[in-house]
């Protein structure tokens, strides 16, 4: 990884933590996508645990983008 690139994550994750902090979102995409999906719970707390309880009554076998919707 070039330092270039380094640094650009560190910044987007300052942004995102701001954001969060000033009751904002960590994402304005239509999807969270895999690269904001490690701030879901900063945003949402213990409601990721509900979420994951609706994807698994919707579809019980997990097949519905597996590891790409909620965070564990």
Do not use: S, W, Y
């Not at 009751?23 to 509900?50: S, Y």
């Amino acid at each position: 990884m070039t330092k270039e690139i380094a640094e650009a994550g560190r910044v987007n994750d300052r942004l995102v933590a701001r954001a969060l902090a000033m009751g904002g979102t960590c994402t304005g995409e239509t999807g969270v996508g895999l690269g904001k999906m490690k701030f879901m719970r900063a945003e949402h707390g213990p409601a990721i645990d509900l979420m994951h309880q609706v994807k698994a009554a919707i579809g019980p076998k997990g097949i519905m983008n597996p590891g790409k919707v909620l965070p564990e």
